[in-house]
């Protein structure tokens, strides 16, 4: 199991399932939502999500068609991700994670549109937009 929390504490959620691959997102977006260079994000299936405390702290923006980023109205940390055309997942944003873990990042998304200012100085995998296999 895993738990996790927004800043202020407000949300806290548990997971009782293992994270599917981190990635790193360079999209503008995804640097817009988190103010950093990428965001680290991992899948989650949404049945094995559940909020502990904090519903009513819940919002969300939908920062494209069809994608809703979801925060902490307080605090405005981001949590995770939905989108209604994929229902069985969630992105979630593992820098919310409160549980150490042992998995590092499996690759680099959207790296053709990364930041001109932040190189990336590691061996990972990198695809210039979401990796389709």
Not at 74 to 90: E, F, T
Not at 116 to 132: A, K, M, R, S, V
């Amino acid at each position: 199991m895993l738990s996790g929390s927004c800043l202020c504490g407000g949300v806290q959620y548990e997971i009782q399932s293992e994270l599917g691959n981190i990635m790193q997102c360079h999209c503008q977006n995804c640097r817009k939502a988190n103010g950093a260079a990428f965001a680290a994000n991992a899948g989650v299936p949404t049945k094995a999500f559940s909020l502990l405390k904090g519903e009513e702290l819940i919002t969300e923006y939908q920062s494209t068609p069809g994608v809703f980023r979801v925060f902490c109205q307080r605090c405005a940390s981001p949590l995770y991700s939905r989108r209604p055309s994929m229902p069985d997942i969630l992105r979630l944003r593992i820098g919310t994670l409160d549980t150490k873990l042992d998995k590092t990042p499996a690759f680099h998304i959207f790296v053709g549109s990364k930041a001109e200012w932040h190189n990336i100085c590691d061996d990972l995998p990198q695809h210039e937009e979401f990796p389709t296999a």
